[in-house]
């Protein structure tokens, strides 16, 4: 099993320009979410879902929209990049809620 | 990547040693707790978790004790290895306001061989 994919590893945007984050899942997994952590900083809840087509907030959902249109996939859409969004992101899921995550390798977001 | 945990919290110990890792948590609402370890460039795996039921609970050379008085949870590592070398964080679960887990602000283990 591949477990939890994040793509891209990398990537550099200008400040304005949107982009996707993809996360899939091969567990058949109902919960998963999205962190990003930042230097001197624990992981910081965005948003999450609990099944396909249900999603809700997290800590710092500004910015940031989701969709959860099959079990497998959970994008991260960044409307409009800011410097302030320059971090790691993280994708997670785990069978049910209250059950352990399974994180993928993450991507790193610079915003110029 | 490298730039994680720059202004963590950190533990050193003498390989060999046991180490205690300690975590305050906020929400008294929180029944479920997990610690993760994290290795540089990687992201976050689970050690051991707990749920609010029981108050001590082990694993394989770790275990985790919940105290809902005060709201800590600490890890124990025994016998410390220089492959425990990482940041560990702890992250609690609830009910109120929907099913998110919240990760506190994690320390950083040092082993020293």
């Known amino acids: 099993n591949a477990g939890v994919t994040q793509t891209p590893k990398f990537q550099v945007l200008k400040t304005g320009q949107s982009m996707t984050l993809q996360c899939a899942q091969d567990m058949n997994h109902e919960y998963m979410s999205w962190y990003r952590q930042d230097p001197g900083m624990g992981l910081r809840l965005i948003h999450y879902?609990?099944?396909?087509?249900?999603?809700d907030q997290g800590e710092v959902p500004n910015g940031y929209n989701v969709s959860r249109s099959t079990t497998e996939d959970f994008p991260l859409r960044l409307l409009s990049a800011a410097p302030s969004q320059t971090s790691v992101y993280f994708c997670a899921s785990s069978q049910r809620v209250k059950e352990k995550l399974f994180f993928g390798s993450g991507t790193q977001l610079s915003v110029l | 990547g490298e730039s994680v945990g720059l202004h963590l919290p950190t533990l050193s110990v003498q390989e060999g040693d046991n180490s205690i890792i300690n975590c305050a948590y906020s929400n008294s609402a929180s029944d479920y707790f997990i610690w993760y370890k994290q290795e540089s460039g990687k992201g976050p795996q689970f050690i051991i978790d707990i749920r609010s039921n029981m108050d001590k609970r082990q694993g394989q050379r770790v275990t985790v004790l919940l105290n809902k008085t005060v709201k800590h949870l600490s890890l124990q590592i025994a016998a410390t290895q220089p492959g425990d070398s990482a940041v560990y964080f702890c992250a609690e679960t609830g009910n109120t306001g929907g099913f998110k887990t919240i990760f506190g602000a994690g320390t950083r283990l040092f082993v020293k061989a």
């Open positions: 879902s609990v099944g396909a087509g249900i999603t």
